[in-house]
């Protein structure tokens, strides 16, 4: 669930008050037109390479370095956006059943937490610019400062709406105990922090558990709350600067692949504008309208057709989510959905061109076009797993339709439903033919849902563009955030001296091949929920893959286990930032997927023990 939005809430009177509100509105409005104008930019640089290499065959060398600097302004300005519009994604599970009166202070908690991370992590961010002033870009030659100054622009935002927020929701009382509350924390843990220097290894249970945990638990945004426990444990109980925290956000939320996020989500906005959508879930409907879950089947279909495309999960559930989500809700409850597409998302980590499957290779030395040839089999066994799970849940389930409709109609519907249907196909196409990478490719789909909705459906409101542009932004810097804070906190963990011991402990295990592979799927489930898929690979991988190769498991075969389980950890709650990126694609608030998403992740579970147990799913088709 996303912070109370402002709309509805009252506006305080005053003249005072009438100014603040006055400044408020002055200050969104031109945020909100910057961010719609970095989306276009965007879209309009990568486009441009696209064209200016494949069509003039002159490629523009500055604008991947252009859109990589655009991208981490979208990023923290859409957070921003996100912010005010109450839009970070976190847990309320526990605070939702108390009484109003107590909410609010948990209300006030989460902003004033919220708005000390971004105290704390201002100075750093500021110097962390200013060391990049006498840095000068490649192509562009031009200082890096213009990068880094997105970072501390975007605190000093979200902060000024911190405050906004605080003073609307919150009286005088409530901010006053929230805050003394708040600083009492920090002089204990400051206090204590001499202590925390012995601790060592239980520093993590404190800071990673205890106070990210408690900080979720609480209501505090998901992003912020992994913040907290990244900077009080560095703070705290190291002598590192939280400088190097901010430089691993800034190359997490400025990577190329994850600029497909923003461009995804446009695009599932603009087939849903343009009529694209609605012609593709017509058909669809008249292929299984008659079958009960019939649309949560193409889900699972669509995930395994478009996954690996982006190299972001959160771009491959962006693509599909939008077309799909409103049709569906009128028969699924939005959290059996977001618990679907979760599912779906982890189902399809090992599908190619999968950057997990790329960071292996390079780490470890297996043959990437082998882990290629041997990720799409593992993939269809889970989706065909979940299948059975979605036929199990929905065979009681009414449906509208009983008849099936005839050969002409269901032709009929697909003819128009064509030009939507082959977006897919279209993108798949451009990237396996060299045409764009994986980030530029979504400009194509962008511009293919243009022509058709100008041109084939005749759908075209311009009057929508922007307010579509602003949702973009405040979605994806929602997304980013979440994903900065999290590859932050894994930096914390490898610090720690975490990886090592995990590893060791691994070595250790004197239970031959399958209590090795057994061990593994537990330990990277849990790894892929704290570290995600990419950085737990970069870690563990050179360490864990000469381990298997001793006890004779094929190094192929390993590495789809360990992409299974790592995919399962990602999408689990309550730490899983894919399952919070999920939500927040879907707009579903995350208490609600949360027990509909425990069957799909055994299901999963299973599958991926399958997979384990049977190497010839991994290796059946290798040469």
């Not at 305080?12 to 408020?24: M, N, Q």
């Not at 924390?185 to 202590?195: D, L």
């Not at 461009?263 to 343009?274: D, I, K, Q």
């Amino acid at each position: 669930m996303s912070l109370p939005s402002l709309e509805n809430e009252p506006v305080p009177t005053g003249s005072i008050a009438k100014g603040a509100v006055w400044l408020e509105t002055i200050v969104a409005t031109l945020v909100q037109w910057v961010a719609a104008g970095l989306v276009l930019a965007c879209i309009g640089i990568l486009f441009s390479g696209v064209v200016g290499r494949y069509v003039f065959n002159s490629p523009l060398i500055w604008s991947d370095e252009l859109a990589s600097i655009l991208f981490l302004w979208l990023a923290m300005i859409g957070s921003v956006i996100a912010l005010k519009r109450g839009e970070h994604m976190r847990m309320t599970a526990c605070i939702s059943k108390l009484t109003p009166h107590k909410r609010m202070y948990f209300e006030s908690f989460g902003i004033l937490a919220c708005f000390f991370y971004l105290a704390i992590i201002l100075r750093p961010a500021y110097h962390f610019a200013l060391d990049e002033l006498i840095v000068t870009t490649p192509s562009l030659e031009i200082s890096n400062l213009w990068r880094a100054a997105a970072i501390p622009c975007g605190v000093i935002l979200m902060m000024f709406f911190c405050l906004f927020r605080l003073v609307r929701i919150g009286s005088v009382k409530v901010i006053a105990a929230s805050t003394l509350l708040i600083l009492a924390g920090f002089a204990i843990f400051y206090y204590c922090s001499p202590w925390f220097a012995g601790l060592g290894k239980y520093n993590l249970l404190i800071f990673f558990v205890g106070v990210a945990g408690i900080s979720i638990l609480a209501g505090v945004p998901i992003a912020f709350a992994f913040g907290l426990g990244t900077v009080a444990y560095l703070g705290l109980s190291t002598h590192m600067p939280l400088s190097v925290v901010i430089g691993r956000m800034d190359e997490a939320m400025s990577h190329m692949v994850l600029l497909a996020v923003p461009l995804f989500v446009f695009l599932g906005l603009l087939m849903e504008m343009t009529g694209m959508a609605r012609a593709m879930i017509a058909f669809l409907a008249s292929m299984l309208g008659h079958v009960r879950g019939g649309l949560s089947y193409v889900l699972v279909g669509a995930m395994y057709l478009v996954s690996g495309i982006s190299g972001s999960k959160a771009a491959d559930m962006a693509a599909i989510a939008p077309a799909l989500f409103p049709e569906m809700k009128k028969t699924t409850p939005p959290g059996e959905l977001v618990a679907l597409l979760a599912a779906t998302g982890a189902q399809t980590e090992t599908i190619p061109p999968s950057l997990v499957l790329i960071t292996i290779g390079s780490v470890t030395g297996v043959s990437i076009a082998a882990l290629f040839t041997g990720g799409m089999l593992p993939a269809l066994i889970l989706g065909l797993i979940l299948c059975a799970l979605v036929w199990r849940r929905n065979r009681h389930v009414q449906i509208t339709v009983t008849n099936r409709p005839k050969a002409s109609e269901i032709f009929k519907l697909f003819f128009i439903a064509f030009p939507a249907l082959a977006l897919p196909f279209v993108i798949r196409a451009a990237v396996v033919e060299g045409v764009a990478t994986a980030t530029e490719v979504s400009t194509i789909g962008i511009v293919y849902g243009l022509v058709c909705g100008v041109l084939v459906y005749r759908q075209f409101d311009l009057k929508r563009i922007v307010p579509m542009l602003i949702d973009t932004a405040s979605l994806s810097g929602a997304i980013l955030l979440i994903i900065g804070a999290a590859t932050g906190m894994a930096w914390g963990l490898t610090q720690s001296g975490f990886s090592q011991v995990v590893a060791q402990i691994m070595t250790d295990l004197n239970g031959g091949p399958h209590l090795f592979l057994f061990i593994s799927i537990i330990v990277f489930v849990i790894l892929g929920s704290v570290l995600e898929g990419i950085p737990a690979i970069v870690l563990f991988g050179p360490l864990l893959f000469p381990v298997a190769r001793q006890l004779g498991i094929n190094e192929v075969h390993y590495s789809m286990v360990v992409i299974l389980a790592m995919g399962i950890g990602l999408f689990a709650p309550p730490l899983g930032v894919g399952y919070y990126a999920a939500c927040a694609i879907g707009k579903v608030n995350p208490d609600e997927g949360v027990k509909p998403i425990m069957g799909y992740l055994v299901a999963l579970v299973i599958g991926t023990l399958i997979v384990a147990f049977v190497p010839w799913i991994s290796t059946g088709f290798l040469s």
